[in-house]
């Protein structure tokens, strides 16, 4: 008996490897979408003469795909990457925003320890920080103070110092959700490092990962036994093909839902079954909070969008309110005979200068990777707490909402690699079963 002659009920080699090659077709399916979900972190790809007139006439579907195609290029990067700061912002509305506001991040950071840590550093700069702002305005003025007048006046800056800190830190807490805006915060910080949006998923479900590949095997052969049966009853070339578009539509398919779905644990017979990242709530909020704590929602970021971002003129007012009135207590009467030499107008201005330069020297403390670090330990709690108590729907729409809207591609993608495993079957064995 020859190879060629080998049957199983009638069926010969041709059908019965059909349900192998629809479970390869199924493995690398998955295993190819997985790879365009998160690479390449860049566009790679090349500008095509011509493309750039026809691409803003293509549906919008077809334009938000990243192929490049509205700006006149055909390549390809990674889904995730290219939607990093649409994920950020859609991590924010789903999910963020219903584990925690600006108030409770910022409260969470410990504002008086924070407080604390400016003045240790600051403190020892006053001397420096007073001359430079006075010499900056009034050099030769400043040169014929004495130089006791002028360590008072830096002993009373140091002094009123610490209750001025305070007091800005208490102002931002209860202002904190006019100053900082998390959603843009989030957007900015996912759209300049888009390798974070890939953290997240593949960190948090590195191991659900693997099983969508190992699923697509699993499915593309159980998929590929009715199709041996069809192919037998309608020997046509055009079967096997159709028949590929299902099974990798439908093999694609239902390895996503085996992630998310179902929501709810359901006992089927001795099995207990539950969406693959569903049922590591646990797990998975430890390590999506960690990622937030550790790279988006720290110290620096948030005292840089205070200070340098969209809303960062009311920060430095209030600061300005703060400590302008620290140079009035330091000089004491001298400040009416200062005032009476340089103008009102520049005197307010000198207060206005050393509360600048004392802004821009706060910064400098708070990137601190250590002051982070131990700061960023509450966030990380809170997240992790607030993510673990959501019910099931709700971890599950945090998760998947950032990436639903581009599922259909995966689809498709699988239905076009079921039309190639058609073919080539056919290229090989024909249309005899």
Do not use: C
Not at 6 to 16: Q, R
Not at 224 to 248: E, M
Not at 338 to 363: N, Q
């Amino acid at each position: 008996m020859t190879i060629a002659s080998f049957t199983v009920l009638g069926v010969g080699v041709a059908g019965l490897s059909i349900p192998l090659f629809t479970a390869v077709i199924g493995y690398v399916t998955n295993w190819t979408g997985i790879w365009m979900l998160f690479s390449p972190l860049e566009f790679r790809g090349a500008r095509i003469p011509g493309l750039a007139r026809i691409g803003p006439a293509l549906p919008r579907r077809l334009r938000l795909v990243p192929l490049g195609l509205a700006e006149g290029r055909l390549g390809w990067q990674g889904i995730i990457p290219s939607r990093a700061a649409k994920m950020g912002s859609i991590a924010v509305d789903k999910g963020l925003s219903r584990l925690g506001g600006a108030a409770d991040f910022y409260r969470q950071l410990q504002p008086d320890e924070i407080a604390a840590r400016l003045e240790r550093e600051l403190s020892p700069q006053v001397p420096e920080l007073v001359d430079e702002a006075i010499r900056a305005r009034y050099g030769g003025l400043w040169d014929r103070v004495p130089a006791g007048a002028k360590r008072s006046i830096e002993r009373r800056v140091q002094d009123e110092l610490p209750a001025a800190l305070r007091r800005v830190t208490v102002r931002i807490g209860d202002d904190v959700d006019e100053l900082l805006d998390i959603k843009l915060m989030v957007i900015r910080r996912m759209a300049e490092r888009p390798q974070l949006a890939n953290r997240v998923f593949q960190e948090v479900g590195e191991r659900e990962l693997q099983m969508i590949i190992r699923l697509g095997f699993v499915f593309g052969f159980v998929l590929g036994i009715p199709l041996v049966a069809l192919v037998s009853a309608v020997p046509q070339w055009w079967v096997l093909p159709l028949a590929g578009i299902v099974i990798g539509w439908v093999t694609n398919w239902l390895a996503i839902e085996a992630i998310f779905s179902p929501l709810e644990p359901r006992r089927i017979g001795p099995l207990t079954v539950h969406g693959l990242f569903i049922r590591r709530q646990h797990d998975v909020a430890e390590i999506y909070s960690s990622i937030i704590a550790e790279e988006v929602l720290t110290v620096e970021r948030l005292a840089d969008d205070l200070l340098h971002g969209p809303k960062s003129d009311r920060t430095r007012a209030m600061i300005a309110e703060e400590l302008e009135p620290v140079l009035d207590h330091a000089l004491g009467s001298a400040r009416i005979a200062l005032k009476a030499a340089v103008g009102a107008g520049d005197y307010a201005a000198l207060g206005a200068e050393i509360a600048r330069r004392s802004t821009a020297r706060s910064l400098a403390p708070l990137a601190d990777p250590e002051l982070n670090a131990r700061q960023g330990v509450h966030i990380h709690r809170m997240l992790t707490e607030r993510m673990r108590s959501l019910s099931h729907p709700e971890f599950a729409e945090l998760l998947r909402a950032a990436m639903k809207e581009d599922e259909w591609l995966l689809l498709l993608h699988g239905g076009a690699l079921g039309v190639v495993g058609g073919l080539l079957h056919l290229a090989v064995f024909g249309t005899h079963v």
